[in-house]
């Protein structure tokens, strides 16, 4: 708590832009980033059983109080015809913020440097790797042997791929944003966040959404914002939003919360990156949450399985794409279905097409996850 005190002090008397969606989730010791050096493992506080927002996240000021979202607000709003097989749900009151934070275009360079770093295989005791590809990155009081047999359990999901409501795709940070261009630096001032949805979260989720229809897989997309104009409060905000979907869906098994993370230190920006078939696109970081004992979340090893398989099937379909999984006393919603986990589509530091393009190959791999687990539900 007193390095997250002493950055933030920092950061003010410096004039640096405050990284909004910090997230203390350490890869490595030390990541090297041109003559940086971004330690990544960073102390946390241990995750509530009323989690609220992330430890170590770094929130945009504000001055209102955030009204949470109540399941009166939701209005299903028309498929795209190109996609019979997607929900999309927003508020009116959530439509009429598109533009209230606009996206920052100028992109003076003056705050700061972005490089470009891919997350291997870690080397440690805290990592283990998977039968089938990719790492978990495990702090809790399970052993790596024991988490890896777990590991090896297949989903007991009843999955179809008829159109039936299967995927929810929610965004607890919906304003969580990017830079528009590889230019190596970013703007001083720009919070990385926006209300506009085709330059926020909201993007993202669509590309997976698109990815799911394709295969036939019937998805919900919560586009609502919840973390705007209060950025605290922004898990119970989605919660109430998930709640009422799976309520009005009950079909739904799997919840997806779609995040980015927030890589560096002081004015230097880590990029997470992978090179798929000689394109460049935004590493993906899976988050299972570890219940204590006090938070509520009997079936959190359900989600695990889940965690494991899309992990595995994500790294066979396309090497070096995921960075390990973080098993972790996090709650983050992964209390409300037996499929929920919080996936970090690259950082700040992505631009928009790298993270759009993750959001496609995340929707690929999750389809052939469903796919494979509807048919061996028929056999």
């Not at 999901?157 to 795709?169: A, C, F, H």
């Not at 919906?174 to 506009?196: A, I, L, Q, W």
């Not at 299972?288 to 959190?300: I, K, Q, V």
């Not at 070096?320 to 589509?345: A, C, H």
Request: charged share 20%; hydrophobic share 35%.
């Amino acid at each position: 708590m007193k390095q997250s005190l002493r950055q933030l002090l920092l950061l003010s008397l410096t004039g640096s832009v405050l990284l909004a969606g910090w997230r203390a989730v350490p890869l490595m010791e030390q990541t090297v980033i041109g003559t940086a050096v971004l330690p990544e493992a960073v102390p946390q506080e241990t995750a509530s059983a009323e989690e609220t927002q992330p430890p170590s996240e770094t929130a945009p000021p504000q001055t209102k109080a955030a009204p949470a979202t109540t399941p009166e607000l939701l209005a299903s709003a028309d498929p795209p015809k190109e996609n019979p097989n997607i929900i999309n749900i927003e508020s009116e009151g959530s439509k009429a913020m598109h533009h209230s934070q606009l996206y920052q275009q100028d992109n003076s360079g003056a705050g700061g440097t972005i490089v470009d770093r891919h997350f291997g295989i870690q080397p440690g005791n805290l990592f283990f790797s998977l039968d089938g590809g990719g790492q978990v990155r495990n702090t809790t009081f399970w052993s790596n042997a024991d988490l890896l047999t777990e590991s090896r359990i297949e989903p007991e999901l009843e999955l179809k791929t008829d159109g039936t409501p299967m995927v929810l795709i929610y965004h607890t940070h919906t304003t969580e944003s990017f830079v528009s261009e590889k230019t190596g630096t970013y703007t001083d001032g720009f919070n990385f966040r926006t209300t506009e949805p085709d330059k926020n979260m909201v993007m993202v989720g669509d590309a997976i959404a698109e990815q799911l229809a394709a295969a036939g897989i019937g998805v919900v997309h919560a586009r609502e914002i919840h973390d705007f104009p209060v950025w605290s409060g922004s898990y119970d905000n989605s919660a109430a939003t998930v709640r009422s979907i799976l309520a009005e869906y009950p079909s739904i098994c799997i919840a997806l919360d779609i995040h980015r993370d927030a890589l560096g230190e002081g004015d230097a920006v880590a990029a997470p990156v992978a090179d798929i078939s000689g394109k460049q696109s935004a590493q993906i970081m899976i988050i299972s949450g570890c219940d204590d004992g006090t938070m509520g979340m009997p079936e959190y090893r359900k989600n695990f399985h889940f965690a494991s398989k899309l992990q595995q099937t994500a790294e066979k379909m396309f090497p070096g794409f995921t960075r390990p999984i973080l098993f972790d006393y996090r709650k983050y919603n992964q209390d409300l279905t037996q499929g929920s986990l919080l996936i970090e589509v690259g950082s700040q530091g992505n631009t928009l097409e790298e993270v759009r393009f993750a959001g496609e190959l995340t929707g690929k791999a999750l389809s052939a996850v469903i796919t494979d687990l509807a048919e061996r539900g028929t056999q």
